[in-house]
Nanobody, 124 residues
C-alpha cells in the first residue's frame, strides 16, 4: 500500500485547508484510515480517523467541530477538511492506513502504512 498526501501549505489563523491522501491498492475500501500530525518536539497524535465503511469517525477534543474526515472509496482517497485553523495546528500531517484492524484505532501503532507527510503552517 502506498499513500500520497497533499494539500498542506501556509494559511492564516482562521483559514481552511483540505488535505487529500491517495492510496494504491484494490482493497482501500477495507482499510480504516487515519490522519495524524506531529509538531517539533511533540509526539505524533491522531487528529481524525474513519472506519472502512465510513460509518465511524473519531476526533480528539482539540479539533472536534473544526476538522472533518471523509473518504471516497471509489477514488481510493481520504480527505481532511480543516477549518478555523489555529497556530497550534501547525505540524506535519500524515495519513495512515490500518490494513489489519477491525476496530478503529487512534494510536500510531494501530496503523501499518504511512504517507510521506505534508506540512501545515498556520501563521499570520
Amino acid at each position: 500500500v502506498q499513500l500520497q498526501a497533499s494539500g498542506g501549505g501556509l494559511v492564516q489563523p482562521g483559514g481552511s485547508l483540505r488535505l487529500s491522501c491517495a492510496a494504491s491498492g484494490r482493497t482501500f475500501s477495507a482499510y480504516n484510515m487515519g490522519w495524524f500530525r506531529q509538531a517539533p518536539g511533540k509526539e505524533r497524535e491522531c487528529v481524525a480517523a474513519i472506519s472502512w465503511r465510513g460509518d465511524i469517525r473519531y476526533y480528539p477534543d482539540s479539533v472536534k467541530g473544526r476538522f472533518t474526515i471523509s473518504r471516497d472509496n471509489a477514488k481510493n482517497t481520504v480527505f481532511l477538511q480543516m477549518n478555523s485553523l489555529k497556530p497550534e495546528d501547525t505540524a506535519v500531517y500524515y495519513c495512515a492506513a490500518d490494513t489489519k484492524g477491525v476496530r478503529l484505532g487512534i494510536n500510531p501503532g494501530s496503523y501499518d502504512y504511512w504517507g510521506q507527510g505534508t506540512q501545515v503552517t498556520v501563521s499570520s
